[in-house]
């Protein structure tokens, strides 16, 4: 069993960059896929990113394809979203999240879920 904490958040311009990390707890982490997801309030989280186990398997969703980098640092247990040219429609509670299946991970079935972390990006 894993927990997460995001950090990294903020307010920022358009056109700007932001990177979100998230540090996870527990000896199984390298075992666990992890992703982030994103929810502004009225509607569902939704799926931003993923990486596998072994950090060689990424996927992600349509509109943050080519702006947006998740990569893994299974030693240091952390996890990181590099958010390029910030749009505000980007601006939402940002979460970590983890799963023992790859799966379940991009469905959004998520077994494991961090606090969130604020993002804001101002026109």
């Known amino acids: 069993h894993v927990e997460l904490v995001e950090s990294g958040g903020g307010l920022v311009q358009v056109g700007d960059s932001l990177r979100l990390s998230c540090v996870g707890s527990?000896?199984?982490?390298?075992?666990?896929?992890m992703g982030w997801f994103r929810q502004v309030p009225g509607k569902e989280r939704e799926f931003v990113a993923a990486?596998?186990?072994?950090?060689?398997?990424?996927h992600y969703e349509v509109s943050v394809n080519g702006r947006f980098f998740i990569s893994r640092d299974n030693v240091n247990k952390m996890v990181y979203l590099q958010m390029n040219s910030l749009k505000p429609e980007d601006s939402a509670v940002y979460y970590c999240?983890?799963?023992?299946?790859?799966?379940?991970?991009?469905?959004?079935?998520?077994?494991?879920w961090g606090q969130g972390t604020q993002v804001s990006v101002s026109s």
């Open positions: 999240a983890a799963d023992l299946n790859w799966g379940r991970m991009v469905a959004g079935m998520i077994a494991i």
């Open positions: 990486v596998d186990w072994s950090g060689t398997g990424t």
């Open positions: 527990g000896s199984t982490f390298s075992d666990y896929n």
